[in-house]
């Protein structure tokens, strides 16, 4: 068949992009879902010091992924610890997505309250 000569080299230069771009975006989308469960894990550990009557903040920030913002939040007889993260896509010029974590924990009684 000489009228197919070449057609895979044809075919493979048009998919190409899309596949890269494919795998460009799954790998973006793991990264993210890793930096989400990291995230939820520094605010649990954030809430539940700040519940304990320790410093929150810092307990969340030992366990929160790099460039990550913690906030400790009491009001009352509740804890709220909020975590944000950027995850930056593979690619160089594409912007960053930020994901966030809650953790809410009660105070414990006979602590002295909650602690940012």
Same mark, same amino acid.
């Given at each position: 068949?000489?009228?197919?000569?070449?057609?895979?080299? &044809?075919? =493979?230069?048009?998919?190409?992009?899309?596949? %890269?771009?494919? %795998?460009?975006? @799954? %790998?973006?989308?793991?990264?993210?879902?890793?930096?989400?469960?990291?995230? =939820?894990?520094?605010?649990?550990?954030?809430? %539940?010091?700040?519940?304990?009557?320790?410093?929150?903040?810092? &307990? @969340?920030?030992? &366990?929160? $992924?790099?460039?990550?913002?913690?906030? #400790?939040? @009491?009001?009352?007889?509740? #804890?709220? &610890?909020?975590?944000?993260? $950027?995850?930056?896509?593979?690619?160089?010029?594409?912007?960053?997505?930020?994901?966030?974590?809650?953790?809410?924990?009660?105070?414990?009684?006979?602590?002295?309250?909650?602690?940012?």
């Amino acid at each position: 068949m000489p009228r197919d000569r070449g057609s895979f080299t &044809a075919e =493979l230069a048009a998919g190409l992009p899309a596949l %890269l771009l494919l %795998l460009l975006a @799954g %790998l973006t989308a793991v990264n993210a879902v890793a930096t989400k469960a990291a995230c =939820l894990g520094a605010a649990r550990e954030a809430a %539940l010091a700040a519940s304990r009557g320790q410093p929150g903040g810092p &307990a @969340g920030a030992a &366990a929160a $992924p790099a460039g990550a913002e913690v906030s #400790v939040v @009491g009001d009352g007889d509740r #804890v709220t &610890a909020t975590v944000r993260a $950027p995850v930056r896509a593979l690619g160089a010029r594409l912007p960053r997505i930020t994901v966030t974590a809650t953790a809410v924990a009660a105070v414990e009684p006979g602590n002295p309250g909650p602690q940012p």
